[in-house]
């Protein structure tokens, strides 16, 4: 028998519009429900709405996995999602297999799975599983995961993944009263190095140390949209492994400084510059991006492009206004480096920080360094990160190219 949960009156709106997340403020009453249930979720009339995972540790005490009142939480539900989610990958034309074998499968709220992510790697699966419901779903998800034919067709035997690992290690899931989890949950265990191609340019990717699930799969799009820009001397801040430096360096032969406060990352830059051919094309600097674009700005050191691409600075509304001043201190900095009609591509991945805002701090940032400049185009997250319009939580990262007169 499973438990439910009342709504407040008034409190159903958000259902109604598929929104799937139901705060504790929002529940009038619960019945029989122990965290980790799938339950019904009514209305103050007492009229059915979703069915949803519950964990009243969580501040979003319910997640709801189906509006469909005939739907049931099984095997056959993931396998429908997982199933939706890749036919939506397929489509992407260039999702060509020996030009690119890595991106996210599955995208969480925005694929219709609540605290469920997938991303893929050659022949390799890394999954995080962000929320109680997801968790205790584990088994069923990792299940069909291995049994069922990946689209678009991996070149590995049988069409199918040779490993799912998990990279559980997130804070979130202290929210929701879980511990961190990593490790294999199926098939083979991955190499330390899994080697992928991403628009016909190779990268070592780290999945079982590696930031997120390894790589930033989400600036994929934003790499080749850059790439018209990223001539001559560049600053690749914030280089992590090096990406959108070994693009510059390869297509367009540029010279590339990659900065980054990580030894270890900058360690695996300098094997995938190498990979690609251009290690003579690069440099490495170790060091915090704050004081090494001052020491630069102190040096008289300019660049014709510069990659701004840090890592999440606004954690929660609180610092809000501290990390806004951060990225308009980095901006200011990075156009101040900037040759005459030099470029800047720059990046927030901070949620809280939306497009129009972000727009604002780089416009600060340029009245700041005493630099005319013009917005040459706008970006986003790439289209296997794609954003549910019931869910615009999940619209996090932006960008903004900008040219520097
Ligand atoms: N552009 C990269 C991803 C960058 S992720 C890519 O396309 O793959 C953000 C990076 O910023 C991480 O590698 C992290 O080590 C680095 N970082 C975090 N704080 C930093 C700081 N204060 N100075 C320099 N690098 C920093």
Redesign the pocket.
Known sequence: MSGNIYLKRGKEKPLFHRHPWIFSGAIARVENANDGDTVEVYDAQGQWLARAAYNARSQIVARVWTFERDEEIDREFFQGRIENAMAARSTFQRFNVSTLNAYRLVNAESDFLPGVVVDRYGDFLVAQFLTLGAELHKEMIVDVLATSPLTPLLQGEGNRARGIYERSDVDVRKKEGLKQATGVLWGEAPPDKIEIVENDLHFFVDVKRG?KTG??LD?RVN?ERALPYLHGEVLNA????G??GVYAAKMNNARVVN????AS?LELARENFALNGVEANAEYVV????EQLRAFRGQGRTFDAI?L???KFVTSRGNLERATRGYKDLNMLALQLLSPNGFLVTFSCSGLVDAKLFQQIIFSAAVDAKRDAQIIEKLGQSPDHPVGLHFPEGEYLKGLIVRAL
């Open positions: 930031h790589f930033y600036q790499r914030f280089a992590y492994t990406a959108f900065l980054d406060v990580s990352a060091a915090d991006a704050f990659a691409d840090p890592p």
